[in-house]
């Protein structure tokens, strides 16, 4: 995949539900990690059509605990000022997003891979599902239809981010 389809920010976080009576969301880091948010200072918080409609906020303080971790944002200093945002998305720069570690890769950069079997073409990425155990790979087949393929090293083989390709290499999965 060209640098050019890649997203310059990524979804880094949702915010939860309000904790505590200062305006605290729940947050709800997708990698895990906190430290890559709180260091932003500001975020773009997605609106309802996500990144589309996204606006820059201020970050007051991140504070995490044995609840997990949650956010105040400048200018949402109650409970019923905060609970406006419960649901959305957090997008950060691609700069500054959690360093992805060997085998990791962002669900960005998944969405719109080519899909092969045998080195052939076979579709394409639509979405990525967060699944239970393993996430699921929405294949949109070329010959019509779809498919939902767990993020497994027994279905799948090579991702390779430069060429923008995910290799199936269990095909019975797709049918």
């Not at 918080?45 to 996204?54: I, Q």
Request: net charge negative; with cysteine.
């Amino acid at each position: 995949m060209n640098d050019t389809r890649k997203p310059n920010y990524l979804a880094v976080a949702r915010l939860g539900s309000v904790r505590g009576l200062e305006g605290e969301l729940r947050l709800v880091s997708y990698s895990g990690e906190f430290s890559h948010i709180a260091r932003a200072g500001e975020i773009l918080v997605g609106g309802p059509l996500g990144l589309e409609d996204a606006r820059p906020m201020k970050i007051l303080h991140v504070l995490q605990g044995g609840w997990g971790a949650s956010i105040v944002f400048e200018g949402y200093g109650t409970p019923e000022e905060a609970r406006q945002l419960a649901g959305r998305e957090v997008f950060l720069p691609r700069e500054q997003a959690c360093p992805k570690k060997p085998g990791e890769y962002y669900v960005a950069d998944l969405v719109g891979m080519i899909v092969t079997v045998g080195g052939l073409r076979v579709g394409v990425i639509a979405a990525v599902i967060g699944g239970g155990a393993d996430d699921l790979l929405e294949v949109r087949l070329d010959r019509g239809g779809a498919a939902l393929v767990p993020f497994r090293k027994e279905f799948v083989g090579n991702v390779d981010e430069e060429k923008g390709e995910l290799e199936i290499v269990s095909s019975w999965i797709l049918e």
